[in-house]
């Protein structure tokens, strides 16, 4: 079985950290690229992040640059996303899910890219984020 299980969401004040996790079982987060992506009800899911398979380059939106930082311990299989200086507008259920590693469209986050939505094939159950001001 494939599966990816978000955790790490919570209330936080304006200011505030927290690290969400996704963790992976029945492949190897390795072979892919992990996508972290955020959606308010009725909105379209929004790309934050991405770490590429293999060589493991980073990009991110505008929105978070310079606060959000993705990393990935190959050892638990695991992709973390820890979130700096948050803001109410953070706020939303975050995903995290995984690409093939050879995909020819590509979106653009910020100066860097990532996978276009449609491409990321796996995902997980979401984590509900809150910062309140």
């Known amino acids: 079985q494939v599966q990816l299980v978000e955790s790490g969401g919570g209330l936080v004040q304006a200011g505030g950290s927290l690290r969400l996790s996704c963790a992976a079982s029945?492949?190897?987060?390795?072979?892919?690229?992990i996508g972290w992506f955020r959606q308010t009800p009725g909105k379209e899911r929004e790309g934050v992040s991405c770490?590429?398979?293999?060589?493991?380059?980073?990009a991110y939106a505008d929105s978070v640059k310079g606060r959000f930082t993705i990393s990935r311990d190959s050892a638990k299989n695991t992709v973390y996303l820890q979130m700096d200086s948050l803001k109410p507008e953070d706020t939303a259920v975050y995903y995290c899910?995984?690409?093939?590693?050879?995909?020819?469209?590509?979106?653009?986050?910020?100066?860097?890219?990532?996978?276009?939505?449609?491409?990321?094939?796996?995902w997980g159950q979401g984590t509900q984020v809150t910062v309140s001001s």
């Open positions: 029945g492949f190897s987060l390795d072979n892919y690229t």
């Open positions: 770490i590429k398979s293999s060589a493991g380059n980073t």
């Open positions: 899910a995984a690409a093939a590693p050879i995909k020819i469209r590509i979106e653009q986050y910020g100066t860097g890219w990532c996978p276009a939505l449609a491409d990321f094939g796996s």
